[in-house]
Nanobody, 123 residues
Framework: HVQLVESGGGSVQAGGSLVLTCAAS????????VGWFRQGPTNEREAVAT???TGRAYYSEAVKGRFTISKQTWFLQMRNLRPEDTGLYRC??????????????????????WGDGTQVTVS
């Protein structure tokens, strides 16, 4: 079992920056994959970024060039935030899946483990 706890969310003005963190505990695997997705006001889920143990990272088109996910820390660095980035940001963990595949599957409950999320509001 893996537990994930996110932090770092908050309220910022458009153009601002935030760094989200994801702390993991429990049984972790060497061939891991970690990612972030966000949920809007109607609970729709949207993949944001993924990274795997090989160091490969993938981003949704909506955030490419503005967000960076770290292989070392699993942090999500968010720059030049826009109102449409508002949402509940959740960290997800799985294993034996590539970051590329994870960008499509991270929003499915069977992906692995999800944290409860941290709220980001951009105005």
């Amino acid at each position: 079992h893996v537990q994930l706890v996110e932090s770092g969310g908050g309220s910022v003005q458009a153009g601002g920056s935030l760094v989200l963190t994801c702390a993991a505990s429990g049984r972790l695997y060497d061939n891991w994959c970690v990612g972030w997705f966000r949920q809007g006001p109607t609970n729709e889920r949207e993949a944001v970024a993924t990274v795997d143990s090989t160091g490969r990272a993938y981003y949704s088109e909506a955030v490419k060039g503005r967000f960076t996910i770290s292989k070392q820390t699993w942090f999500l660095q968010m720059r030049n935030l826009r109102p449409e980035d508002t949402g509940l940001y959740r960290c997800a963990y799985s294993w034996n899946v590539s970051a590329r595949t994870a960008l499509e599957t991270i929003i499915r409950p069977e992906f692995g483990y999800w944290g409860d999320g941290t709220q980001v509001t951009v105005s």
